[in-house]
């Protein structure tokens, strides 16, 4: 089987891994093989491009930024997401 | 000649190729590349901890964008299976041949070959009429709407497997997606032959079209 063609990755994959990529976690293989996705993908670029988006607007941010009770629904959501809710 | 990865042993600055998107943004780190102005090359760009990559002529399939350019890497370059690395680099020029006309018919040359394949296997088949229609599509829409209602039938037969092929390479060529209508291509190709080797041997064709359609054939790339 041809070394090349053994890289192809599944969008699926590629959601999963995409915050290890972002942060330059993944090793240079499958580094390689997400970057190879993306040119061939559109969707995944978008999302891709979504997702920076988020980040670069979550880091402008502050704490004090956010409404007391958002602040709290936030929370409360995360409590419920870690015991499974 | 430098074995597929490690050290091509080039001492002094090499030149090789990259694709960026449009303004000179690297497609995943969105970089913006500093541009070549007043006739001297763009300044040398450097990131900690990680890499430049670029591309030999053979590996511009896996890498495609919308603006290709000439890119100057310092020594040491390391070649990798379908890019080569270096600490640093620099645009030198852009390649204007390679323009968003180019590159449709990239992707275009990329589904007819396609096409080409399923067309055979109709004939081996004695599906003479289909073939015929398919041979007489006008253009990549109707390419990819005749060669899906070949793909719908027979699915067991190889002709109709390499149809469906080609209607999927001929979709993502009409709709710009020129990479992709290349890598389904290459694939296609495996299927129609069935061995995997020549996978890599139907990139080397596309990278040789690109070389041609961009000029790039004629500049020596030292050590790559």
Redesign the interface.
Same mark, same amino acid.
């Given at each position: 089987?041809? @070394?090349? #063609?053994r $890289?192809d990755i599944a969008c699926r994959e590629l959601v999963e891994i995409l915050t290890e990529f972002l942060e330059?976690a993944l090793d !240079?293989q499958l580094r @390689?093989r997400v !970057? $190879?996705h &993306?040119? &061939?993908?559109?969707g995944c #670029?978008e999302y &891709?491009r979504q997702f #920076?988006a988020t980040i670069g607007a979550t880091r402008k941010l502050a704490e004090e930024d956010l409404p007391p009770r958002v602040r709290e629904n936030l929370l409360n959501a995360f409590r419920d997401w870690r015991h499974g809710g | 000649m430098p074995s597929a990865t490690g050290d091509t042993g080039a001492e002094t600055p090499v030149r090789a190729w990259k694709f960026l998107d449009s303004g000179h943004i690297a497609p995943f780190g969105g970089h913006v590349w500093p541009a070549p102005a007043a006739g001297s090359p763009g300044e040398w760009v450097r990131f900690s901890g990680r890499e430049i990559f670029a591309c030999r002529i053979v590996d511009l399939p896996w890498w495609i964008a919308s603006e290709l350019w000439e890119i100057e890497l310092e020594a040491p370059v390391r070649a990798m299976e379908t890019q080569v690395a270096a600490a640093a680099g620099r645009l030198l020029r852009r390649v204007l041949a390679w323009d968003s006309a180019t590159l449709h018919a990239y992707g275009v040359a990329c589904a007819e070959r396609a096409r080409d394949l399923a067309l055979d296997a109709l004939t081996r088949d004695g599906r003479l009429e289909e073939a015929q229609a398919l041979a007489r599509a006008p253009s990549m829409l109707e390419l990819c709407r005749v060669a899906r209602g070949l793909a719908g039938e027979a699915r067991e037969r190889l002709s109709s497997n390499l149809a469906g092929y080609g209607a999927e390479s001929s979709m993502r060529a009409s709709e710009g997606a020129a990479a992709a209508a290349a890598n389904i291509t290459a694939n296609a190709v495996v299927a129609a032959l069935d061995d995997p080797e020549v996978f890599d041997r139907e990139r080397q064709w596309q990278a040789q079209w690109i070389a041609e359609r961009a000029g790039l054939a004629s500049i020596p790339v030292a050590a790559l």
């Open positions: 089987m041809s @070394t090349a #063609r $890289q330059g !240079e @390689t !970057e $190879q &993306l040119v &061939l993908c559109p #670029r &891709l #920076r | -």
